[in-house]
């Protein structure tokens, strides 16, 4: 029976102290785990893009902080000629192999290794939240053609329950303060706004399908930075807390929908 600790969910992360990075981004350093768990983004969404920002195949992109590939695969797949920028070195690795290691770079948000004018579109899937957007915004700025645009993209399991509340209960008392909070919208609206020199946002959410079970669900927020960054004492007490809320409401494998969020717009 496949379980969460099979993907090493309660082994102690290390900090990438190498990094200038939030620190709480230390909780990311189990890059296996993160891919495991974390949804794909598909087909749909990649077709949304292209719509929104005018892209065709061969369209030069980059994905800032694009993870082990969940949205960069899909874009890879979907014709777009990507440079996907990673600051952490074991989830390049994974990354490297997703889409090939002559598409991925090192690097931050806030310094950009491409030359000016150098893409159509930056994207930035459940990454943008990391950003010193005072120093990123004008980077993005930079590497973007005349009409290029910047995507905001966030992806949400839609899990439903009481077993579901009680689990959000259990992670609003032990989350720390953490960049992604308050909600998405907020960063994403002001970051795209007019005095940053874009048009007017687009929001356009696209469904997915996927089937989980209880290991995966474990794994999936066993995969939220500040969880990885608790003490290994800390992290089995939370997660074995989730884990017994599972199994009384006698949880099994079930079909659940996934939203992905994405805000757009182009610059003026």
Excluded: C
């Excluded at 074991?90 to 770079?105: N, W």
């Excluded at 839609?158 to 303060?177: F, K, M, Q, V, Y």
């Excluded at 946002?201 to 927020?221: D, F, Q």
């Amino acid at each position: 029976m496949e379980t969460a600790a099979s993907h090493g969910i309660f082994g102690r992360v290390s900090d990438p102290s190498e990094q200038s990075l939030h620190p709480l981004v230390g909780g990311f350093a189990d890059a296996e785990n993160y891919d495991y768990a974390r949804p794909r983004y598909g087909a749909d969404v990649v077709d949304a893009l292209k719509n929104a920002l005018d892209l065709r195949a061969g369209s030069p992109v980059l994905e800032l902080g694009a993870g082990t590939g969940q949205l960069s695969q899909a874009l890879v797949a979907g014709g777009l000629e990507l440079t996907a920028v990673e600051p952490l070195e074991e989830t390049r690795v994974l990354l490297g192999r997703a889409i090939g290691p002559e598409r991925v770079r090192a690097g931050v948000a806030e310094d950009i290794p491409l030359p000016a004018q150098s893409v159509e579109a930056v994207l930035a899937a459940d990454s943008f939240h990391w950003f010193d957007q005072s120093r990123a915004l004008p980077e993005i700025h930079r590497v973007l053609k005349p009409g290029g645009g910047l995507a905001i993209l966030h992806s949400l399991p839609l899990w439903d329950g009481p077993w579901i509340t009680e689990i959000g209960t259990l992670l609003n008392e032990a989350r720390p303060t953490h960049p992604a909070y308050p909600v998405f919208e907020g960063l994403a609206d002001s970051a795209l706004s007019e005095v940053n020199g874009y048009g007017p946002v687009r929001k356009i959410t696209v469904h997915s399908e996927e089937v989980t079970n209880p290991a995966r669900v474990l794994a999936y927020l066993a995969s939220f930075s500040w969880i990885g960054s608790l003490t290994e004492a800390e992290r089995e007490s939370l997660l074995g807390r989730v884990a017994e809320v599972l199994e009384r409401y006698e949880i099994g494998e079930f079909p659940h929908q996934v939203a992905h969020i994405i805000w757009v717009a182009r610059l003026r």
